[in-house]
C-alpha cells in the first residue's frame, strides 16, 4: 500500500505600504532586485522595480514602437487611440505615486529626517527585532550617501497621500530605457500578504 500526500501551497502577494501612511507603493509582483553602485556592489537597505508602459483599460504591456531596433520584428503600427501609462505611478493600475520637485539640499534634508523618523518607528515596533534596526542604523549613511550622489539622476514621487513625512520613491531612466525603474527604502515599507 502506497500513500500519496498533496500538499498544497497557496502564493499570496505581497504588497509594500509606506510604514508612515499606510499608501500601498509598490508589490513583489514588480520582482524587486537588490540596488548596485557604479562598481555593481549591492548598496544596503535599499530595493528597486523596473515599470513599463501598459494599457490604460486593459493593463496590457504595449510595445512602445522601436520595430525591430531590439531585436523584434517588424515595427508595429502604434494605437493612437489606446492611452499609456506607467504600471508604477497610474492611479488604478499602479500605485498613485505623484511627482514632486525637489532639489538636492531638500533631498539631504528629507533623508536626514526621514531616516531618524524610520529608525524612531522600527525601535517602536515590537515585530522588529534589535538587529533589524541596529541593521538599518549601520545602512542608513551607506544608502544616502548612495541616494545624494545620484540625486541628479532622480525624479522624486510621494505616495497617494502625498503626505511629506512619508516614504518616497526615487525614479531614474537606466541606460536605453524608455521607462523608469523605481527605488526604495526597505525598512520605510511595511510588508503586507494578501
Excluded at 502577494?13 to 509606506?18: E, L
Excluded at 486593459?58 to 531590439?70: I, K, L, P, T, Y
Excluded at 502604434?78 to 500605485?95: A, K, R, W
Amino acid at each position: 500500500t502506497t500513500t500519496t500526500t498533496t500538499t498544497t501551497t497557496t502564493t499570496k502577494m505581497i504588497i509594500y505600504k509606506c510604514r508612515f501612511t499606510g499608501d500601498e507603493m509598490l508589490s513583489d509582483a514588480f520582482k524587486p532586485y537588490p540596488v548596485t553602485d557604479g562598481e555593481g556592489n549591492e548598496v544596503p537597505g535599499l530595493f528597486q522595480i523596473d515599470s513599463t508602459k501598459v494599457n490604460k483599460d486593459s493593463g496590457a504591456s504595449v510595445d512602445v514602437g522601436a520595430g525591430n531596433a531590439f531585436g523584434g520584428g517588424e515595427a508595429e503600427e502604434v494605437d493612437d487611440t489606446v492611452e499609456l501609462v506607467n504600471n508604477v505611478i497610474d492611479e488604478t493600475i499602479g500605485f498613485d505615486l505623484h511627482e514632486i520637485p525637489m532639489g538636492k539640499k531638500d533631498f539631504k534634508e528629507y533623508l536626514g529626517t526621514f531616516c531618524k523618523a524610520v529608525r524612531q518607528k522600527l525601535k517602536e515596533d515590537d515585530k522588529v527585532p534589535g538587529p533589524v534596526v541596529k541593521a538599518f542604523t549601520q545602512a542608513a549613511p551607506v544608502f544616502c550617501k548612495y541616494l545624494l550622489s545620484q540625486a541628479g539622476e532622480y525624479q522624486f514621487y510621494t505616495s497617494a497621500s502625498m503626505d511629506p513625512d512619508g516614504s518616497m520613491a526615487f525614479a531614474y531612466y537606466g541606460e536605453g530605457k524608455m521607462t523608469p525603474t523605481f527605488v526604495f527604502i526597505k525598512a520605510a515599507m511595511l510588508e503586507e500578504k494578501c
